[in-house]
């Protein structure tokens, strides 16, 4: 028996030789890591590390690595800030159709969070989060998805649900926890979810999103279904534990997720520089055994090309990769915060005013002659019109049944869960004039 | 979160090496050691004479199986009905720390059964996500000690996830499994039972098995079903409980706890090893007292059977729980307060609760920390004697 697994062994360990050697004729850069992979393959003689743990070389001299000396990883942009392409070989060239359509939804975006934002301040929503600055990391990437891959994000990210049709209805009645917003009413505002459009329901925890798109990305691979999985999550969250451990397993386990990190300068009132000491989150890419790369965010079509590049890595070479979209959160955190306590207003309106997302496109759509003023007053008009309509149709209608409140902690309804919606309903009826029953659907 | 596991480490490392014929030899020299002294230590852990489960009618073809044998069938049996599903944990792929996975990776493929990073919180999130892309998961936490990392995972993630969504998106088909209890020398962080802390969150079910036929239909039950599972296993019982084990698929309910002696005098519920412990008493307790208890086992511990209990303490009208975890806001205090609410006119006296003290686990005083057989015998003396 023994004899037997030992004889398998010997002949395991010659395969393992024979593929390395074709291997290192094939890509020599790799031998290295080959090398130390089957260490025991190597010359006796030669002095080399034999650790399983690295794949290095021995060096004799006593220096550490000392990142504050080195240069940061650099920024890719498409455009510069005038919307003119630098390279016109990076032009991605997407249609005046496209185009238009990545214009018009970060634009859509832009009114309904201002639109939304002052409905919150008038107490008629509970709480709301702006993507001022944001719009073209989000839209830009979203656009470079197969609309099929799953997506796990933070909070935001509604313009990737816009990209995808989410429609003004759907996001209104989120908001407003309506009777017919599919979430039913249980989660705070902002926070969507559509299985339609393969947009996974957002939840408050930060960075939980991210081991999970490993896995979902895991399972995706094993199922041959030729999508990925894009995780979006901001810098702030990429401190928490299980952004470690996304980027570990991920990377182990040979996940095809897209990592998209919005380094917008700020958690709450934390700026990066509490934040983190290294090159933002990009330098630690390398560190798991990932692709990385550093975008521009507010530059539309570099956030495009780097997500559709991606997307290539991960079907089909089945790894993950990380994207930083270096941003600037021009809004406040969210209906909750006022961040002028700890950053100055005109530094945020420079910075807005210097460098935004919205504005480039615009001006390199000017630039084809693909729009005008003229247009785009009319299209204000018309998107802030359907944002209206759709916003006082929301505030009209009825919140769902409070039965609601027990159904889908468990598939099934268990017994102590019915007993207890029974006692809710019996103690209501008794009490109606202490309760807004009048608002939900009566049960 | 590195475990320090006096048995276990050495095999890890061995393991690593195992292409050298030394290595081999050694590996299987100190399995053996290990073996011999997980035998040596039980000395010191409690006392009590594991009872077999009756072979379910309709079992099928049978095979005597002790626990970790049990469970890697029922595994087997996941692996071999849905293509979709995925064993996975630190060192699951070459067989597991406790044996529970052996032969799962040669059979069904490194992609399918395979190692993770050392990362709690990973293998939770890693699980609900593939679970909730349409894979069935069975994710192993080493030790039920360890499980705390993976607590934010689990409580505000994998139990929220189909209520939050309003059932558009859910992990139902995610189970974690993972050893807990007393096993004589674990100590501090290899004894813990940590499912009270499970038992505040709704959306997950929580089961605990007895034995290896109890184990394979449980463990089935909890993969199969829609809902996010945590099993928990009793590591104690592992190579010692053997019995006849059906080899095919074979569920037993969740949410129905099993009445296995029944009485007139007490009634008294425990889980996992606790449950032979109460078998003896209530063997004692007849020989002795001439009393005739009534032994629970509630198997799930979410959502539990309070009818079940409550149909019996309303005919024996005392009721003594008993459990290894601390005993404040340990799950024994649930079930006092559910049943005195049902039953109180049948009550003759107050409910008890033996339990673990409000202590860490001890490694040298786990003989006098246990709710062991002398301390529940005390307790029915003083419940008939009320």
Redesign the interface.
């Known amino acids: 028996m ?1 004899a037997r ?2 004889a398998k ?1 010997v002949l ?2 010659r395969q393992v030789k024979k593929i390395v050697n074709h291997e290192v004729k094939l890509f020599p850069a790799i031998a290295c890591r080959n090398r130390l992979s089957t260490s ?1 393959l190597v010359d006796a003689n030669e002095d080399v590390p034999r650790f ?1 743990g690295c794949r290095s070389k021995f060096t004799n001299k006593l220096q550490f690595i000392e990142p504050d000396l080195k240069e940061g990883i650099p920024v890719y942009r498409v455009m510069n800030r005038s919307g003119k392409v630098q390279d016109q070989s990076e032009d991605p060239q997407l249609s005046q159709e496209i185009v238009t359509k990545m214009y018009k939804d970060m634009t859509l975006l832009n009114s309904m969070d201002q639109i939304l934002y002052d409905s919150q301040r008038q107490g008629r929503i509970s709480f709301y989060m702006t993507s001022y600055g944001e719009e073209g990391a989000q839209i830009g990437s979203a656009a470079a998805l197969n609309p099929q891959d ?1 997506i ?1 994000g933070q909070y935001r990210e509604a313009g990737v649900f816009l990209w995808r049709g989410f429609t003004l209805d759907e996001v209104m009645d989120q908001c407003y926890g309506t009777e017919d ?4 009413g ?2 705070m505002p902002v ?1 969507f ?3 339609q459009l393969h947009f ?2 957002i ?1 408050s ?1 930060l960075a ?1 999103q ?11 691979k ?2 041959k279904n030729g999508l990925c ?1 894009c995780c979006y999550f901001g810098e702030g969250a990429a401190s928490e ?2 952004a ?3 980027f ?2 991920a990377a ?2 040979k996940c095809p997720v897209i990592f998209i990190c919005r380094n917008n300068g700020f958690a709450i009132s934390t700026p990066t520089a509490d934040q983190y000491k290294g090159d933002g989150v990009a330098s630690r890419g390398e560190g798991y055994g990932m692709n990385t790369i550093r975008v521009d965010g507010n530059d539309i079509f570099a956030m495009y090309n780097a997500t559709r590049a991606a997307r290539e890595l991960c079907v089909n070479e089945g790894r993950p990769v990380l994207i930083e979209a270096m941003t600037y959160r021009v809004g406040d955190h969210s209906t909750s915060d006022d961040s002028t306590v700890y950053r100055l207003k005109d530094e945020v309106k420079a910075i807005a005013a210097e460098d935004n997302p919205i504005h480039r496109l615009r001006l390199y759509m000017e630039d084809k002659g693909w729009w005008s003023q003229k247009q785009e007053d009319e299209w204000r008009l018309e998107s802030r019109k359907k944002i209206i309509q759709a916003f006082s149709k929301a505030e009209r209608k009825k919140k769902p049944n409070p039965e ?1 409140l027990f ?6 309804l ?4 019915a007993d207890q919606m029974t006692s809710m309903k019996d103690h209501v009826n008794r009490y109606r004039e202490h309760y807004p029953v009048d608002n939900f659907k009566s049960f | 979160m590195a475990p320090i596991q006096k048995l276990t480490d050495p095999l890890r490392k061995i393991v690593k090496g195992i292409s050298l014929t030394s290595s081999l030899l050694k590996f299987q020299k100190r399995f053996s050691e290990c073996r011999m002294s997980l035998a040596y230590t039980r000395r010191y852990s409690t006392s009590f004479s594991y009872v077999s489960s009756k072979v379910p009618d309709n079992a099928g073809e049978i095979k005597r199986m002790n626990l970790c044998q049990a469970l890697t069938s029922a595994m087997d049996v996941a692996l071999t009905e849905d293509p979709t599903t995925l064993v996975f944990g630190e060192d699951v792929a070459f067989g597991g720390v406790f044996r529970c996975t052996v032969g799962l990776k040669d059979k069904y493929g490194s992609d399918r059964v395979f190692n993770t990073p050392l990362c709690e919180q990973g293998i939770a999130g890693f699980a609900i996500g593939a679970a909730c892309a349409g894979a069935r998961v069975i994710a192993e936490m080493q030790f039920a000690d360890y499980i705390f990392p993976a607590f934010d995972q689990i409580v505000n993630e994998a139990a929220k996830y189909r209520y939050r969504s309003g059932g558009q998106f859910d992990c139902g088909r995610l189970t974690i499994r993972s050893p807990c209890g007393a096993v004589g020398h674990g100590a501090v962080y290899h004894s813990q039972s940590p499912e009270a802390f499970f038992a505040h969150v709704p959306g997950l079910k929580i089961v605990i098995p007895r034995g290896p036929i109890q184990a394979k239909g449980l463990l089935l039950s909890c993969i199969e079903d829609d809902n996010p599972c945590i099993f928990f296993e009793p590591k104690i019982l592992y190579r010692s409980a053997i019995e006849e084990v059906p080899i095919g698929r074979f569920l037993l309910p969740l949410s129905q706890a099993e009445v296995l002696i029944e009485g007139n005098d007490v009634t008294l519920v425990g889980w996992g090893t606790q449950v032979h412990v109460l078998q003896e008493v209530a063997k004692m307790a007849e020989e002795h007292l001439k009393v005739s208890c009534e032994v629970i086992d509630l198997r799930t511990i979410l959502p539990w059977d309070s009818e079940t209990v409550a149909k019996s303490v309303s005919k024996t009208g005392r009721l003594i729980i008993s459990h290894e975890a601390p005993v404040t806001l340990g799950f024994a205090s649930e079930i006092a307060s559910k049943i005195q609410e049902e039953c109180f006119l049948n009550l003759e006296c107050p409910i008890q609760r033996v339990c673990g003290y409000d202590t860490p686990f001890p490694h040298v005083f786990e003989p006098f920390y246990l709710p062991d057989k002398w301390k529940c015998f005390e307790a029915v003396k003083k419940a008939v004697n009320y």
């Open positions: 023994l697994m030992l062994l395991k360990s025991r399983a799953l796990f917003d599919k979430g039913k249980k989660q926070h979810g559509s299985p996974v329901t939840s925890p939980t991210m081991p999970q798109a490993a896995g979902a990305a895991y399972a995706y094993r199922a999985v534990g299980d470690h451990a996304a570990n397993f182990t386990l609601e159904l889908d902690v468990y598939k099934e268990p017994k102590h869960l």
